[in-house]
């Protein structure tokens, strides 16, 4: 190590006596000549010699390898600070004054490095690096480490295809919804909040994004799944065939540690009838064995027909297949999956319309496709006997029957949903949405929903930043963490009913209007879930309902000066239950979590949940320079069940975000 460290020191300082020598008679790095100078370098003996024969310990060769054709660095550096107050603790969490300073607790670095290169002219390769933050305590020290590790990628063209491959490294990739995917939809919901993967716009780009299309700019991971392995793809087939392969593992397969195979292969055959529609034949499947002695199988396979049709202005897409589940467990059995959509725009009609049905049977399982398992719960686990072998952390999407958004899809269920979009003036446009569902066969007696208004300040408040452990945390023990969220379970008393329905109502008005010249934006969204026993056309607004939410949230945003912006947030939450879900009782309580005497001194109030959230926040957006913003947030919090008087807590909540791209 001593003797490669010298010739390092050796080379470096010879190189630098080459280089100040007279250049008018060896000119090596004369850019006049080349782009870079490397062609003089190549051809200086000097250079070569201390290439080849500055450490003896090397093989001396004529040789003068390749240099690098091209080599490109990016990324970005984001500071973020959370200060809180909590003038009422949640029991059993994080209490008191607390600063954080580090990545929110999501694995987002301090640091990014996007570094990519090209050996030729048909292969590249590249690599993220991160730096973890000096202020995350001693678990995680402030060590430079991969990222998503270090790919390749190679392109070959030849006479009948163009052949690409992707080696290594974690590449985020899709193949279709029910196959390899991620959840991907419109934004119709608050965007106050910052995202650690936003990326860097005008001062009021990302709003007038949202009123004019309703989304907003997206990182390339959007709507995809991390998969590490290798990937073959082929175009430019004769008949505009196209082709992909691919066998490697995901984040559900665990890591490369695991003792036992734990894989996923698949690959998609398609037909490309114009730029934008196609027709394809697509399989994904996962294979693994129930442990290391006896090696009972345990996997899934899932294999559709996936297209996507134009007819004048009126788009078609859907897939369609079938999937099977296998273990010790649970025989071979196949479901049918069947997702539809069609979308007649604006331009095609007078009031734009989009219509999803969409059918997934009990044992069409994926937990890599853009639709959550709500019947299996060991595909949550590596191997089917509940051993929670390596595996990476995963979003913790909930199992028990959740009440989803109108167009989330969940296996072992049924439905529809129908969004109108109108510009009623040229300054306001509305949408309008009706999803219903119901279960294909009757599930378990559970339920969850996700909350929303305060969803990021319970995830960091109630699990403490220990969201992926998947444990529940609370006092009444049904309250459990997801990436970036919160959710929570509701146990049905009475199972006397044959399925579960659902029902959501989605209610949105967009406002753009000028003051004193510059633009203002006002977004309103409102959201209602039902959940209960019968079926019924329309949302269920009474105690018929086992759970009923409802969500109000206003957005307001001006731009003060051509470089600031001033933002604004108002959220209402609502969650009731009725007598046929979870009773206050003191027996309810969790003893790991309420010590002795708080039980003994509990006052309960045999009534449902009752919950109400409100949350108040303003914030300010700064271009500082080209590529370099920051961000403040400011909110004021309160979060209570009325009937759970543990389940309490309030205080305020300062984010500041510094985020500079280069």
Excluded at 98 to 116: A, C, K, M, Q, R
Excluded at 241 to 270: C, E, H, R, W
Excluded at 522 to 540: C, I, M
Aim: charged share 20%.
């Amino acid at each position: 190590m001593k003797k490669t460290i010298l010739s390092i020191l050796y080379l470096i300082v010879n190189l630098t006596i080459v280089c100040a020598q007279d250049t008018t008679k060896s000119n090596i790095l004369d850019t006049n000549n080349t782009v870079s100078g490397l062609d003089k370098i190549q051809q200086d003996r000097r250079i070569l010699d201390l290439t080849y024969s500055g450490d003896k310990s090397f093989l001396w060769s004529e040789k003068v390898p390749d240099y690098i054709r091209t080599l490109n660095i990016g990324g970005y550096l984001r500071l973020c600070t959370e200060m809180r107050n909590m003038k009422q603790p949640y029991y059993g969490g994080v209490q008191g004054k607390t600063v954080f300073v580090g990545d929110e607790g999501y694995s987002e670095p301090l640091l990014l490095l996007n570094i990519g290169g090209k050996a030729s002219k048909n292969s590249s390769f590249m690599t993220d690096l991160h730096f973890n933050n000096f202020f995350t305590g001693p678990n995680n020290s402030p060590t430079l480490n991969s990222h998503f590790t270090v790919g390749f990628t190679g392109t070959m063209t030849t006479s009948f295809a163009r052949i690409n491959v992707r080696l290594g490294g974690l590449h985020w990739y899709e193949l279709t919804d029910l196959t390899l995917g991620s959840i991907s939809k419109i934004d119709r919901y608050s965007i106050f909040e910052r995202s650690p993967w936003e990326p860097y716009g005008e001062v009021n780009e990302k709003y007038d994004n949202y009123y004019d299309k309703g989304s907003i700019s997206k990182d390339a991971r959007w709507g995809k799944r991390e998969f590490q392995g290798i990937i073959l793809e082929t175009s430019d087939l004769p008949k505009n065939l196209f082709v992909k392969a691919m066998y490697g593992k995901t984040s559900q397969n665990g890591d490369y540690t695991s003792v036992l195979p734990n894989n996923v292969f698949g690959g998609q055959i398609g037909k490309s009838l114009s730029t934008d529609q196609y027709i394809s034949l697509n399989t994904f499947n996962k294979t693994s064995y129930s442990d290391s002695v006896h090696g009972k199988p345990v996997g899934y396979n899932i294999h559709t027909i996936a297209w996507n049709f134009t007819k004048g202005k009126v788009i078609l897409r859907g897939e369609a297949g079938a999937g099977d589940y296998y273990s010790p467990n649970y025989p071979i059995k196949f479901s049918e999956g069947i997702k539809f959509k069609v979308s007649v725009p604006k331009d095609a009609t007078w009031l734009p319309f989009e219509l999803q049905l969409f059918r997934l049977g009990k044992y069409f399982v994926n937990e890599n496709a853009g639709f959550a398992n709500t019947t299996i719960h060991e595909t949550f686990n590596v191997s089917a006997n509940g051993t929670a072998q390596a595996q990476s952390q995963s979003t913790n999407y909930p199992f028990h029957s959740p009440i989803v958004d109108s167009d989330d899809l969940t296996n072992n269920r049924q439905g529809g949903c129908l969004f109108l979009e109108k510009s009623v003036t040229k300054k306001i446009k509305i949408r309008l949405g009706l999803g219903i569902s119901q279960e294909i066969e009757k599930g378990s007696n559970q339920l969850s929903y996700n909350h929303r208004i305060n969803s990021l300040v319970m995830n960091r408040v109630v699990t403490g930043w220990n969201w992926w452990t998947g444990a529940v945390f609370g006092p009444y023990s049904r309250t459990y963490g997801m990436f970036r969220g919160i959710y929570e379970v509701v146990n049905i008393t009475d199972s006397n009913y044959s399925k579960k329905h659902f029902n959501n109502l989605d209610f949105q008005i967009k406002f753009k209007q000028k003051l004193f010249g510059n633009p203002l934006y006002f977004f309103y969204n409102y959201s209602y879930k039902s959940a209960q026993s019968n079926f019924s056309a329309v949302p269920v607004f009474d105690d018929k309902a086992w759970i009923r939410q409802g969500i109000h949230e206003l957005d307001f945003y001006y731009q003060l000066l051509p470089k600031v912006m001033l933002t604004g947030y108002i959220g209402l939450e609502t969650v009731k239950g009725n007598k046929q879900t979870d009773i206050d009782k003191a027996s309810g309580l969790d003893s790991t979590v309420v010590s002795a005497a708080d039980r003994k001194a509990y006052v309960a109030t045999n009534l449902p949940r009752n919950q109400l959230e409100t949350s108040y926040s303003v914030g300010f957006d700064f271009d500082i320079a080209k590529n370099v913003g920051l961000y403040i947030r400011q909110r004021w919090f309160d979060c209570r069940d009325k009937n759970f008087s543990l389940d309490h807590f309030k205080g305020t909540e300062t984010f500041i975000e510094l985020k500079m791209f280069f």
